[in-house]
């Protein structure tokens, strides 16, 4: 018997590459390797023991301002990313909206042609 892979894991791979594919994406790719990159000096900022633990918590201090400053941005591109996807699932539901409208319009029609017969 064949094996039939696995749908979820299908979708899954997809969402991933359309997002990393979209400037969006990359962006937040770029962001998040920074990110790591600056994890990676304060594990070394604390691993150095040259500097006194002032200078040591300086750094930190300075290093983990700047992956706040990160992680704003991401979160900001993230929010740009779904309001534009909300964007364009608007205009589905504005054209589905003017269905279920006349479709109201005419069971009122047609309640009003009862009511006066």
């Given amino acids: 018997m064949k ?7 299908n979708v899954n791979t997809n969402n991933a590459n359309q997002t990393i594919a979209s400037p969006r994406g ?5 962001l998040i390797s920074q990110k790591s990159k600056l994890n990676e000096e304060i594990s070394a900022v ?12 300086e750094r930190v201090q300075s290093l983990r301002t700047s992956i706040q400053n ?12 779904m309001q534009e996807k ?4 608007r205009p589905e539901q504005q054209d589905s909206k003017p269905t279920s ?4 319009a ?12």
């Fill in 46 to 57: 604390k691993a150095d023991k040259d500097l006194d633990t002032k200078m040591k918590a």
């Fill in 106 to 117: 005419a069971v009122l029609d047609v309640v009003l042609k009862h009511s006066t017969t």
């Fill in 26 to 30: 990359k962006e937040i790719q770029s």
């Fill in 101 to 104: 409208t006349d479709s109201s």
């Fill in 86 to 89: 909300a964007e364009r699932n």
């Fill in 70 to 81: 990160i992680d704003a941005q991401i979160a900001e591109l993230k929010a740009q990313e």
């Fill in 3 to 9: 094996s039939i892979p696995s749908i979820s894991s």
